[in-house]
Each structure stands twice: as structure tokens, then as C-alpha cells.
């Protein structure tokens, strides 16, 4: 199985109260083919000017993405600058220059045409309809978008959302689409035009999961493994340890850490619960039961559907199940 990325691959400029960085490796499907390289092939669909630089290329290489739907163009390629707010989850689209990505067609390579697993990066909604058309065996579609979209793009994003599966957004621009404050209506109204599954993301507090059926939280506890950790994933990543703590950063930035009083009181019912299984489990286990979330996201084989917790593995997230 192999998964097609279709989107931006593009510098970005970034103003924060702590620091700032001056057009740095950004774009939609950059760091999704890197992200997802970690578990499965990536073909990767975009365009790029004559000055992106062979040393971002190689990040890709260097994970297996296959390059062969990416297109280096006269000109100068897309750029996005924003600035991010003392709260980190308000940001501001200062500049936005599409240069090339400007009339841009995507142009699937007829080996990437029966793709059944895709994600439509942020771009023009109507080339992620342009990509739609061209696919034949697509089962899984996630899709991403921004305010830009939204405002100036927005009958063309409402054709997107009825043929997709997932759309992925934060809190912001779903309050914008849908035209609810609240993030729970906001969502439902989200899941009326058309996709089956919406993941909000909202910055230092966590990605929520909504379907039909079901709300699904995901916090950051997960985190604090990967320093434990870190001797060897480093390696095993493929990227500098400079790259791979960028990675991490931005990991933070959508996921929201909960203190272990939030929910040390349900830990005897999670060992409970666990009946003598792996006792690093019992604080998800804990946490899930202490938030009332719908359940637990884990690959872990050990870790099984129990009463009052369900265990959801990656494939059920991804279908909203």
C-alpha cells in the first residue's frame, strides 16, 4: 500500500513572540510525505520553482518519497508568511505568493492514477478537484484547506467536501467554514457538507476527532517517550537531529498535554480495566476514562477493547470508525 500526497511544496516565513525563521522547508505535502514515509511508500505530487534547493529534495529522498510528480518550474516557488500570536493557536497570513503554484495543473504520472489511498493537501480547491478527476481506485480521501480557501475559494471547496472521506482543519478555519463559534456545531455543520470524518486541530490543546457517530481526543502524552527514546528513533528517522526536533515542534504545537492529576484518580480502574496487561497502558487507559473520550488510539497489540474503553487501531481513526 502506498499513499499519494498532492499539494504544497513551498517556503515558509514564520514570525513568533519566541523567534523567527526565514523561508524555511514548508508546504503541505512536505511535511506530510516525510511524516507518512514512517509507514508506508509516499508519492508526492506538487511544483516547485527554480530556487528550491537540492538539500530540501534530499529530506524527501532520503525517506523514499517518490519525486517523479514533482515538477521544478521556471520561477520562483510558493511562499506562505505568517505571523503566530503570543496564544500560539492564533496566526495571521501576512503574505502569500503563489508564483508558481499560480495556474498550476496537477498532472498525475499514469503510475500514481490508481492511488486508492489520498490526501489533498492545501491547495486551490479546484485542483484537488483537478486530482479527484484523475484518479480511478481511490477509497480514502483526506483532504486539508485555510482561510485563504475558505473566503476566496469557497463554492469550489464545497464540490471538495462532498467527494471526500476526511477534512482535516483547526479550530479556526472550521469556525470560518461552517459559520458556528461552538467547535462541536461548528464540526457537525463541517460534517453536513460532505466528509465523513473531521479532525479539528487545535493547537496547544489537541486534535479532536468527529463523525457521525463519535468524538475522538487525542492528547500529547505520547510525547514524553520520544526523548526517552530519542537514541534510537534519531537514527532510525532518517533526519538530523535538528530536523527531527523541528518535527517534534510542530507535533507539539497541535496536541495538548494533560497533567497526570487530571487523571491519577482513575488509575485502580484502569488496572482494573487491564486485568494485569502491560501497566504502562494503565495512564491512556486512566486518561481516556478521566476525559470521557469515546477511546484509545494504539497499535498496540496487547492493548484490547475493554469495557468502558474502546481501543481504535490507525485504520478505524482514518474511516471515522
Not at 463519535?214 to 537514541?231: D, K, R
Request: overall charge negative; charged content about 25%; some cysteine.
Amino acid at each position: 500500500m502506498s499513499i499519494l500526497v498532492v499539494g504544497t511544496v513551498a517556503f515558509d516565513s514564520i514570525e513568533t513572540p519566541f523567534g523567527s525563521a526565514e523561508r524555511v522547508l514548508g508546504g503541505s505535502a512536505s511535511y506530510f510525505a516525510v511524516a507518512a514515509s514512517f509507514f508506508s511508500p509516499v508519492k508526492i505530487v506538487g511544483i516547485i520553482g527554480q530556487d528550491f534547493p537540492e538539500e530540501y529534495l534530499t529530506i524527501f529522498s532520503g525517506r523514499g518519497v517518490d519525486l517523479e510528480g514533482l515538477r521544478r518550474e521556471k520561477g520562483e516557488t510558493f511562499h506562505w508568511r505568517g505571523r503566530y500570536h503570543e496564544d500560539l493557536n492564533v496566526r495571521d497570513t501576512v503574505e502569500l505568493h503563489l508564483n508558481v503554484l499560480s495556474g498550476f495543473v496537477p498532472h498525475l504520472p499514469e503510475s500514481y492514477r490508481d492511488a486508492e489511498y489520498v490526501f489533498l493537501g492545501n491547495i486551490d480547491p479546484d485542483m484537488q478537484m483537478e486530482v479527484l478527476r484523475q484518479l480511478r481506485r481511490m477509497r480514502l480521501v483526506a483532504c486539508d484547506t485555510m482561510d485563504h480557501w475558505i473566503l476566496n475559494s469557497g463554492v469550489a471547496l464545497r464540490k471538495v467536501l462532498r467527494k471526500i472521506e476526511t477534512l482535516v482543519i483547526n479550530d479556526s478555519e472550521a469556525r470560518l467554514l461552517s459559520g458556528e463559534h461552538n467547535i462541536v456545531r461548528a464540526a457537525r455543520a463541517i460534517l453536513k457538507m460532505g466528509p465523513k470524518v473531521v479532525l479539528i486541530k487545535r493547537g496547544e490543546y489537541g486534535v479532536l476527532q468527529f463523525s457521525d457517530s463519535s468524538i475522538f481526543g487525542t492528547p500529547a502524552y505520547l510525547l514524553e517517550e520520544v526523548e526517552s527514546h530519542w537514541a534510537e528513533l534519531q537514527p532510525r528517522s532518517g533526519l538530523s537531529p535538528e530536523a527531527l526536533r523541528e518535527v517534534l515542534r510542530i507535533l507539539r504545537e497541535h496536541f495538548h498535554e494533560h497533567a497526570p492529576a487530571e487523571y491519577e484518580a482513575r488509575f485502580e480502574e484502569a488496572r482494573s480495566l487491564l486485568a494485569g496487561r502491560d501497566p504502562d497502558d494503565v495512564p491512556y487507559v486512566a486518561l481516556a476514562l478521566a476525559l470521557g473520550a469515546d477511546g484509545v488510539w494504539s497499535e498496540d497489540r496487547d492493548l484490547t477493547t475493554r469495557e468502558g474503553v474502546r481501543v481504535y487501531r490507525t485504520v478505524e481513526v482514518l474511516k471515522g470508525r
